[in-house]
């Protein structure tokens, strides 16, 4: 089975909660936090991306998604209740 790696963009409270309720069911399971931003250089065996919003504060993302991207994602949960705040790719 392929070990599940999450990297979060929250803070390192929230990725100790997700880490420990995940051991229940998936021990297995590695939350890696990762910067705030337009994520980059993600690690090969990551699937799935908790994102904060990116484009806050006068801040856009690029047009363009970072090379690489969606790298080995499989899954991208937003820590909003929109996706205004994220860029179209």
Do not use: C
């Amino acid at each position: 089975m392929t070990r599940l790696v999450i990297a979060s963009q929250l803070d390192d409270d929230f990725n100790q909660v997700i880490s420990e309720r995940l051991a229940v069911t998936h021990p297995e399971a590695r939350v890696i936090g990762v910067p705030a931003g337009v994520p980059s250089d993600l690690p090969g065996e990551v699937s799935i991306l908790l994102a904060r919003p990116i484009n806050v504060r006068g801040y856009e993302a690029p047009a363009s998604p970072p090379p690489g991207w969606p790298y080995g994602l499989k899954w991208i949960q937003v820590v909003s209740s929109g996706i205004d705040f994220y860029p179209g790719w």
